[in-house]
């Protein structure tokens, strides 16, 4: 498989950066999509304000088990968001961390993302 990554950012009054994933395996003579569009990084942010504020990195792994012919993926994500309603303290958001990981299972057309996992936005 090959990967191909796809970056937009928008400076602003809210600002925002994202990155997505999508994997391509040959198949034939053309390529297959076997992952579209899943989002690996992602920052928001907002000047002045602890509101709507958070960033997320995700990481791919190869997995131990094998669906329909192909390798797991391992998702890691770590996680940063503001404190909602919080204030500032020296120009800084007070902030929660956390991580996740998932399992992305190969079934037979493509690697299934689960609900919310494939956008991550903050509301997502």
């Not at 990084?41 to 960033?55: F, I």
Request: hydrophobic share 35%; proline share 3%; glycine share 8%.
């Amino acid at each position: 498989a090959f990967g191909l990554r796809i970056n937009h950012s928008h400076n602003g009054g809210t600002s925002s950066f994202w990155e997505r994933l999508s994997l391509y395996v040959p198949n034939k003579s053309q390529l297959k999509p076997v992952l579209l569009n899943l989002t690996m990084r992602r920052s928001v942010w907002q000047q002045s304000v602890c509101a709507d504020t958070g960033s997320t990195q995700r990481t791919v792994a190869i997995g131990n088990a094998i669906h329909h012919g192909y390798t797991d993926l391992v998702l890691v994500a770590n996680n940063t968001e503001a404190v909602q309603e919080e204030k500032m303290i020296a120009g800084n958001c007070p902030e929660k961390k956390w991580s996740s990981d998932h399992t992305l299972l190969y079934d037979g057309v493509k690697y299934v993302i689960p609900k919310g996992l494939k956008f991550l936005w903050l509301n997502d």
